[in-house]
Structure formats: structure tokens, C-alpha cells
């Protein structure tokens, strides 16, 4: 496999052509933003953890019968992907109230949701990423009902997976935000998995082993996500 040219620069990743039309290069970067840009930032080491991060948490799910974009390590900071049609909705999936919902709905930070909540986003920087229902998703032609169908259900099995599996580690999986893509027809799991788009907290102390630590100013970042990385692979990082 060959790296080709730049094909886009996120702001926590960019994306590279390969010799191989239907596979990409992600490079994770350690630029941190929040607040849609207007906090902006950097975490040593955060591109080689949350490459490695994601690739864990990727080849989990895909033992657990539930399939994604990830191919394989690169190297320490990048992963080959299949190329997916990325689909514009940001899809959230909450199991305690904690940032914009606790805020929204004013619910204490840390309130367990009875069930877990499914929330959509319309993906544009330039809207601030504005939430949306299905039927905005659907009048704005952005996702199919079936789409969604598929993209729901897996949201919700992926949520049932990695909550398990991070109890079992001393780990609370508060929200997180996945995307989606298509792939030969097919809605796929895309993009990453990481501290920098989930909330965990350890289970005991609740202390927040995410990106809320740049977001609130709580330091010990660096830290956080190399515990993360130690709690689920039983590994001490090497950045
Ligand atoms: P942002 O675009 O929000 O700044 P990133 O820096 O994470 O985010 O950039 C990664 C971009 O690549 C995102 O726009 C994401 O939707 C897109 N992407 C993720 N996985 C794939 C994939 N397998 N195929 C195509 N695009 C992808
Ligand atoms: N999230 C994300 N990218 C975004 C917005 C949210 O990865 O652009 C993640 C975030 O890390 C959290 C979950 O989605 O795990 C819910 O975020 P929330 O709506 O509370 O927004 P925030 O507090 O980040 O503004």
C-alpha cells in the first residue's frame, strides 16, 4: 500500500488517497479543538493514542459481529480505512446527562438516562453542527430511511458493546459520537473512536478520562487519555 496525496485536512485528522481507490490513510493529529473551533489547542501524544485507540476499539466491535471502515495499523499515527460516502449526521448516543444535554434539558451532570438517548446532528462547521430529527434527515435528503434504520440499530449494538466491555474496565461510557458512511451499498461505521468524541469516567472516582479535561481547562489531559489506552489494552503507552 502506498500513501498518496492530501485529500483533506480535518481538524484532528487528515485523510490520504492510497494506490488503491476503494482504501484511505487517516493520520491523527495532536491539534485538539471544542466549541466548534473556537477553542483550539494541542495534546502531546493525542494522534498516536487515539490512532491506537480506535484501531482497538474497531477490531472489537468488528468480533462482535459489528463491521467498520478499519483495515489496519499504518503506524503509530495512521490506520488504513475503506473510503466511505461519508453521510452528513453526527449521530450521539447517551447513557448520563453530562455537556449539551445536561445543559439543554437541565438536568444535573450525571443523571442516568433510563434508556439510552439517540440524538442526530447535521455535520457543517458553518451551522455549528445544528441538531436535527428524521425528518430534517429526510427533507434535506442527507440520510435515507433505511439509512437510518441501519445507522440507529448500529448505533445502539455498538453502545451496548463498548458500555460492557468499559465496565468490565472500571470505565463508564457516558456519550459518544459516531459517523457513519456508505460502502458498496452498505451504511458502515466510519471516522474514530476516541476520548476526543466519547465522554468515559472512571467508575469509582468519576473523574473525567476524556476530552473534557481541554474543554473545562481540568488538566492532567495527556494522562487521561493514556490511562484510557492502559485500561483497555492492559498496555502502558509509550508517548
Ligand atoms: P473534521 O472534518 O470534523 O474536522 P477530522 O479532522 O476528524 O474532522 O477529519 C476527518 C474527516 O474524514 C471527517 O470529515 C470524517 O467525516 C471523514 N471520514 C472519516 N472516515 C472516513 C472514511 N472512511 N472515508 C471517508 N471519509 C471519512
Ligand atoms: N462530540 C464529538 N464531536 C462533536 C460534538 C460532540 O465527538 O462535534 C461528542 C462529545 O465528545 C461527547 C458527545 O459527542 O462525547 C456528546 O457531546 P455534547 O452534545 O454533549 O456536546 P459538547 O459538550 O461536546 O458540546
Not at 49 to 78: M, P, W, Y
Amino acid at each position: 500500500m502506498e500513501k498518496r496525496q492530501l485529500l483533506y485536512e480535518g481538524k484532528a485528522k487528515r485523510m490520504y488517497a492510497t494506490d488503491d481507490p476503494g482504501l484511505l490513510a487517516v493520520e491523527y493529529k495532536d491539534d485538539a479543538t471544542a466549541f466548534n473551533g473556537l477553542k483550539k489547542g494541542s495534546i502531546a501524544g493525542k494522534g498516536v493514542l487515539n490512532n491506537k485507540i480506535s484501531a482497538f476499539f474497531f477490531t472489537l466491535l468488528g468480533q462482535h459481529g459489528c463491521d467498520s471502515h478499519f483495515v489496519s495499523l499504518l503506524s503509530e499515527r495512521e490506520m488504513l480505512v475503506k473510503k466511505l460516502e461519508i453521510i452528513p449526521v453526527e449521530v450521539v448516543v447517551r447513557n448520563i446527562a453530562a455537556g449539551s444535554l445536561a445543559k439543554r434539558l437541565g438536568l444535573q451532570e450525571g443523571t442516568t438516562l433510563t434508556r439510552p438517548v439517540l440524538e442526530f446532528y447535521y455535520k457543517d462547521d458553518a451551522l455549528g453542527d445544528p441538531m436535527v430529527n428524521k425528518y430534517h434527515i429526510y427533507a434535506l435528503g442527507l440520510a435515507t430511511p433505511a439509512q437510518v434504520g441501519a445507522l440507529s440499530a448500529q448505533a445502539l449494538q455498538i453502545n451496548r458493546i463498548l458500555s460492557e466491555f468499559l465496565r468490565e474496565r472500571g470505565l463508564i461510557l457516558v456519550d459518544f459520537k459516531l459517523e457513519f458512511g456508505v460502502h458498496n451499498g452498505k451504511v458502515l461505521l466510519g471516522d474514530e473512536i476516541s476520548p476526543d468524541t466519547c465522554r468515559f469516567w472512571d467508575a469509582n472516582t468519576k473523574n473525567k478520562l476524556d476530552k473534557d479535561r481541554f474543554r473545562q481547562d481540568l488538566g492532567g489531559i495527556e494522562e487521561a487519555y493514556q490511562e484510557i489506552y492502559r485500561r483497555i489494552t492492559g498496555e502502558i503507552s509509550n508517548v
